[in-house]
């Protein structure tokens, strides 16, 4: 069973005097690797209100060695209420970030958190750019390539620019730097990129400008560009176990929902599938192919399946409509015919008593909706509601 932390946080106005006057916080050493992902994916329970968002991600950040990165746009003083029970860490992230219109792009081994648009083409414009230091049309030697992709730990601190932090990535991997000048100027509070490649780490700095960066001189350097609307790369998909055919109508029944601008982003070439899209997409189809799953899998989305979390809630009096709308947060949906309920003299406005820890998903939403007389059938991530006969 999977351990459960909870982060208490104390609300206090601390002084600058008294800010000040404390000893200088130790450098967190943060989780890599399997370890990083293991970490995210392990359960956290968590309460707190009013306090600012940049505390909050440095305090979770701290508590479980995970970093995270919050996107430059967006507000760090926010102070948002927030309950969590039973969440991974990586779905409590993102609950958070969509409070106040962010998203999440796990690009290992850091949470970024920033505007929508820029999360959907993190971790793609990072293997873009890395893929392109062994292309074949690429000059750039192999040793070359090894150095570029050697995993080093970046850190800044408070009232660093991105000009000083861009600089120092490229300094340490010996690499010149053209159209520097369009970034433009800033001042970051100190953070920490743990175990990155130069792509990754450039990527991570360079998205919150709406940038990205391409290579020049053998390897020697990069220059700074903008980064594409929507961005996306072409994979092949080798099915076994079923027909060519076969894999395309599950992919197109159950994959990835792909936007107007790559609508004919899955082909049949010969027995392969090839796709166009996003990681996250590549991603999806994969676990599709491998017979893992035929829902949109964790990897594209980040949220699970609802037969496999586990509930803990005590409420007195709360209309059922209130707790729904407060699932609803949780990327699950309710599906009922209004009218067939109103016939059968259903209120989803009466007060429900409900008292439960880590029940499972079959007795959380009996214990929920058996007293309004509805019985429940769950499918993924949507909760069908009927009446009783």
Known sequence: MSSVITFLIAI??????????????????????A??????????????????????LKKIGDERRVAILLDRRV???????????????????????????????????????????????????????????????SSIPEKRRVELSTKHTI????????????????????LTIRHLDLLPHDLWVANTLPSVTAAEALSLILMQFDLTFAWTATGQGFELVSAPEWAVIEKRHRVKGRTAAEA??????????????????????????????????????????????????????????????????????????VLMKKLEESEITFEYDAEQLAAAGIDLDQPIKLEVEKASAADFFKAVFDPLRLTVEIDNLTVKLKPKQ
Request: proline share 6%.
């Open 248 to 321: 395309l109508k599950l992919v197109q029944q159950y994959g990835p929902v792909f936007s107007e601008k790559t609508a004919k982003s899955v082909k049949l070439d010969g027995s392969d599938l090839v796709v166009t899209g996003r990681i996250e997409d590549h991603e999806v189809v994969a676990a599709l192919l491998s017979g893992s799953g035929t829902k949109r899998p964790d990897a594209a989305t980040g949220v699970k399946p609802i037969k496999q979390r586990l509930f803990t809630l005590k409420i007195d009096r709360v209309p059922a409509r």
């Open 35 to 56: 370890r990083f992902l293991t970490e995210i994916d392990r359960t956290l329970s968590a309460s707190w209100a009013n306090v600012e968002l940049r505390d909050l």
């Open 75 to 137: 507000d760090p003083t926010l102070q948002l209420p927030l309950n969590l029970t039973n969440s991974s860490l990586r779905e409590g992230v993102r609950d958070l970030a969509r409070l106040i219109g962010a998203d999440v792009s796990v690009a290992e081994p850091v949470i970024y958190v920033g505007p929508p648009a820029a999360a959907q083409r993190l971790r793609t414009l990072i293997e873009l750019r890395s893929s392109e230091l062994s292309a074949r049309e």
């Open 155 to 174: 850190t800044w601190q408070d009232l660093d620019s991105p000009v000083e932090i861009v600089q120092r990535i490229a300094d340490r991997y010996r």
């Open 12 to 33: 206090a106005a601390v002084g600058q005097a008294e800010a000040s006057a404390k000893p200088a916080r130790p450098v967190t050493e943060f989780q890599t690797g």
